[in-house]
């Protein structure tokens, strides 16, 4: 019995000592909150992302806008309308950098995400952007119209020759391509644009077939539609027909000359 007495006062003791204990500590410190990020929380700073995306393409910092309207678009907040302003910008970017192919791709997905849309009259002219967003553009519209099992009637008869020209070259099909960009031009093509388009995909597959005469006659030719014409960067340097065009623009620019000469002096005589 004394020794079940003292187990028990020993029992008791320990349990003053332990709530004693407890006292004399600190009150535990309140978790902090994690902050709540919500959709609205996104959707604003999706669309902070746009406009600095939008500002950097201004003042030409297309690295800095490129991320900045990549980054609007990874969250999959923003407007139709505003989607298809940052693809739009990101086609520019890729096609100022001679990046067609991902220029193009960029123009295909604002046309996906929106069928509505369109460049304003000042961007389709732009003569780096402007060719590719109609080729895009045409093709959709034959995609849509093939789809759909109706006739092209919104695509004349040489736009179509003109995109399948241009998708043969692309494939590495030049006899074919040739035969359709020629259909296309003798169908008769509206836009100057694409009618230079067709002349120098044109010349580049007789170049890559080796046919240098009718390579160069046919870089001739565009001088004719515009004699401002050159070559993108890209293109320039390719070294089956670099020569080839370079001898071609000489003469074309000298033609011209003595062109401006003759007459300039025809108007001087009596």
Not at 131 to 141: D, G, K, M, Q
Not at 149 to 169: H, I, N
């Amino acid at each position: 019995m004394r020794h079940l007495a003292a187990l028990r006062r020993s029992g008791a003791t320990a349990i003053v000592a332990l709530l004693a204990a407890c006292a004399q500590m600190p009150p535990e410190a309140p978790r902090p909150v994690a902050p709540q990020i919500t959709v609205d929380t996104l959707r604003a700073r999706a669309r902070e992302q746009l406009l600095a995306g939008l500002k950097l393409y201004e003042i030409g910092d297309y690295d800095g806008a490129l991320r900045n309207l990549q980054a609007s678009l990874d969250h999959g907040l923003l407007e139709k309308s505003d989607q298809g302003t940052a693809r739009k910008h990101l086609a520019f970017i890729h096609c100022v950098a001679a990046r067609e192919a991902l220029c193009a791709a960029e123009f295909r997905r604002a046309f996906e995400i929106d069928q509505g849309f369109a460049l304003t009259v000042a961007e389709d002219g732009h003569p780096i952007w402007g060719p590719v967003y109609r080729t895009v553009r045409a093709t959709l519209i034959a995609e849509r119209e093939a789809a759909r099992g109706r006739p092209q009637a919104t695509l004349d008869k040489a736009e179509r020759m003109l995109v399948e020209g241009l998708v043969k070259y692309e494939a590495g099909e030049f006899e074919e391509s040739l035969t359709a960009l020629e259909a296309a031009l003798r169908e008769g093509l509206k836009d100057r644009k694409d009618q230079v388009r067709a002349l120098k995909h044109i010349a580049f597959s007789h170049c890559l077939m080796n046919r240098w005469p009718a390579c160069r006659a046919e870089f001739l030719k565009i001088y004719d539609i515009d004699p401002n014409f050159d070559l993108t960067p890209a293109e320039s340097g390719h070294p089956m027909w670099t020569r080839t065009f370079a001898g071609a623009k000489a003469q074309a620019k000298k033609a011209l000359a003595e062109k401006a000469f003759a007459e300039k002096a025809g108007k001087k005589s009596p």
